[in-house]
T-cell receptor, first 118, second 114 residues
Framework: GAVVSQHPSRVICKSGTSVKIECRSL??????MFWYRQFPKQSLMLMAT?????????EQGVEKDKFLINHASLTLSTLTVTSAHPEDSSFYIC??????????????FGNGTRLTVT | AQTVTQSQPEMSVQEAETVTLSCTYD???????LFWYKQPPSRQMILVIR??????QNATENRFSVNFQKAAKSFSLKISDSQLGDAAMYFC???????????FGKGTKLTVNP
């Protein structure tokens, strides 16, 4: 079964509103989670690293005030797209490292969220 | 910064035939990991195969194998006996260090013709 749950799978919102996307680790605790963005027919680009109990680390060029990340517990990270605009329409995917030392077990990906801003 | 290049935006193969997807990367590190991910229309990311840079032996997983050329910084994926279910986007990815974040290539769309 799924190890990572990402919700919602699809969301349509109006320009100017905010949208929250959840990434939940179901079987294990995760102090770190990653958020990626995938434009249509393009690659996945890392947006930020979500750190449990501390501030997220954003990649260069990603607006931290627009893409708010909260990692309030060891099993949940949320990405909030604030004041969404049509150019924020995209596919957002989270990934969660497995247990153990880095790279010792496979990364787990959520099923992604397709955001459409009208 | 590390980069990953997939020079084939699209590839096609006949069912039961073999196809090779290309990937090159750029890094100054000696210890890293390379991956091929499959993304079907459902958009779920599925790990196909991984390679540790310190291992000289090429990784294999059933019909999937890689040709890892460390000096050339090349990491191609060979799919043997292609099946219709192999049709998808394939992403080459690089990972390194203690942070398990990935750098992805732009992807190759694989079509399998019956």
């Amino acid at each position: 079964g799924a190890v990572v749950s990402q919700h919602p799978s699809r969301v349509i919102c109006k320009s100017g509103t905010s949208v929250k996307i959840e990434c939940r680790s179901l079987d294990f605790q995760a102090t770190t989670m990653f958020w990626y963005r995938q434009f249509p027919k393009q690659s996945l680009m890392l947006m930020a690293t979500s750190n449990e109990g501390s501030k997220a680390t954003y990649e260069q060029g990603v607006e931290k005030d627009k893409f708010l990340i909260n990692h309030a517990s060891l099993t949940l990270s949320t990405l909030t797209v604030t004041s969404a605009h049509p150019e924020d329409s995209s596919f957002y995917i989270c990934s969660v490292p497995g247990t153990g030392t880095p790279w010792s077990s496979p990364l787990h990906f959520g099923n992604g969220t397709r955001l459409t801003v009208t | 910064a590390q980069t990953v290049t997939q020079s084939q935006p699209e590839m096609s193969v006949q069912e039961a035939e073999t196809v090779t997807l290309s990937c090159t990367y750029d890094t100054s590190e000696s210890d890293y990991y390379l991956f091929w991910y499959k993304q079907p229309p459902s958009r779920q990311m599925i790990l196909v195969i991984r390679q540790e840079a310190y291992k000289q032996q090429n990784a294999t997983e059933n019909r999937f194998s890689v040709n890892f050329q460390k000096a050339a910084k090349s990491f191609s994926l060979k799919i043997s006996d292609s099946q219709l279910g192999d049709a998808a986007m394939y992403f080459c990815a690089y990972g390194q260090g203690g942070s398990e974040k990935l750098v992805f290539g732009k992807g190759t769309k694989l079509t399998v013709n019956p």
